[in-house]
């Protein structure tokens, strides 16, 4: 039968022509050039397989330079082989003398001998260059010795941002790192090894503030401090590869230094609240998490245009399959409207009720006396705030299937709000009916 659907494709194409037979034409897209000089992971969660899907998660064109090849999965590293000093320079030489690479990183450099030749080859490089001084695995495994790391500071003085994780600062220092404020006092002294700024990651718990992911930035303008709420997991292979990427994905989109952290930051937290299941208990942070988070805000605007045209309906929000923030929230608006970001209470329910069940992706908010509810009804106080009340609803329930929150309306008919991974099952549970909780 052949190919058909080209087939019929390529006739449509050619009545429309008059029948002569026409060349579509390319469309290029522009993307801004940057690259990677690292080693690799075999099992895709670092390294250069990291750098490149986050390049292109943030908008650039990767390119790269391969330092090492590792035999490497989520539970170690089994084997390393360095690529001749030759081969790091011949590579870097192909690529900017055929790219426009905007802005640069480095990654696992190995040997001492690799680290100079980078260094020299850098030297004249013009754009941005973001240093990320990998010296250890997620898993523990050594990915350079110590006279790598006491070397590095040759190539401090071409970097625009250093992005090293407290135990790579401890080792560069030789100090220990223990504290928010032996953090900035790290970044500080990093800073004034010589590169123009230093980023130091929050991916390790300090001692007075366990339950903060803290990125301490130092630049010539002072010391920032970036905190968000830790994420129970190990699986955070591949972070400090990812936020060192995307920050040289947006240098070379031309971000100023601080936006670029800050979406760094940004991607790297979504990428780790949304990890891999895969390999072992260190997995894979998921680097294309952003990438498809934003993909999915038009199918999750009209899912929520829908629920709104349901006849009890009040108010409907949708999240996005990676949502974080209110920016991630569709809400029904007047006259079928859609917005994302905006505050409404199904939407600040609905991010709440994800923290116990992050695969609930739609919230409705109805009329209590028109719904009949396929699911425990909680009825919490309703002077709490919308986590307090979801947490409330859902220890009541102390079940799989999320319970249905109903709130008094003064002077008026009570509202319930239901929630469910789709809109489908969340319209299978609200039906005509005049029941209500006792």
């Known amino acids: ?9 390529t006739i449509a194409r050619a009545h429309r022509s008059g029948g002569r037979r026409v060349t579509r034409r390319a469309a290029p897209v522009h993307y801004p050039v940057a690259l990677t000089i690292a080693g690799t992971d075999s099992g895709g969660a670092a390294g250069v397989q990291a750098d490149l899907k986050t390049m292109e998660t943030c ?29 790091v320079t011949a590579q870097f030489d192909a690529v900017t003398d055929d790219y426009d690479v905007r802005a640069a990183k480095t990654g696992m450099l190995g040997t001492p001998d690799t680290l100079e030749a980078v260094v020299a080859a850098v030297a004249d490089f013009d754009g941005p260059l973001v240093v990320d001084p990998v010296l250890v695995a997620t898993a523990g495994d050594a990915l350079a010795d110590d006279s790598v790391a006491a070397a590095y500071d040759t190539l401090f003085a071409h970097a625009t941002l250093l992005t090293p994780n407290a135990s790579e600062a401890a080792a560069l220092l030789d100090t220990a790192i223990e504290t928010r404020s032996d953090a900035v006092a790290a970044a500080e002294a990093l800073r004034a090894e010589g590169a123009d700024a230093v980023l130091l990651t929050g991916g390790e718990p300090y001692a007075d503030d366990a339950e903060t992911a803290v990125d301490v930035l130092v630049t010539a303008d002072g010391t920032r401090t970036f905190a968000n709420e830790r994420v129970a997991t190990e699986r955070t292979h591949g972070s400090g590869c990812t936020i060192s990427s995307a920050i040289t994905a947006r240098l070379a989109r031309g971000d100023d230094l601080a936006t670029a952290v800050e979406t760094g930051i940004d991607v790297v937290a979504r990428a780790i609240r949304y990890p891999h299941a895969v390999g072992g208990a260190t997995g894979s942070v998921h680097h294309l998490a952003t990438l498809r988070n934003d993909a999915a805000r038009a199918e999750t605007a009209e899912s929520v245009r829908d629920l709104d045209g349901i006849e009890s ?19 029904s608006g007047a006259e079928g409207c859609v917005h994302f970001g905006a505050e409404s209470a199904p939407a ?14 739609y919230a409705l908010t109805v009329h209590f006396d028109a719904t009949t509810l396929n699911a425990p009804i909680c009825a919490p106080d309703s002077s709490l705030s919308a986590v307090e009340r979801v947490a409330s609803a859902f220890e009541a329930a102390d079940g799989d299937v999320p319970p249905i929150l109903v709130d008094p309306v003064p002077d008026g008919a009570d509202v319930a709000t239901a929630f469910a991974a789709d809109p489908d099952t969340l319209r299978s549970r609200l039906a005509a009916s005049d029941d209500r909780p006792d």
């Open 1 to 9: 039968m052949g190919n058909t659907r080209f087939h019929d494709a």
């Open 59 to 87: 908008g650039a064109y990767g390119t790269s330079v391969v330092t090492s090849v590792t035999a490497q999965n989520t539970r170690g590293v089994h084997g390393v082989h360095h690529l001749p000093p030759e081969d």
């Open 313 to 331: 309906a009040i108010a409907a929000a949708g999240a996005t399959p990676h949502a974080e923030s209110l920016r991630d929230i569709a809400v």
């Open 348 to 361: 600040e329910l609905l991010l709440a009720a994800r923290e116990r069940d992050p695969a609930l992706r």
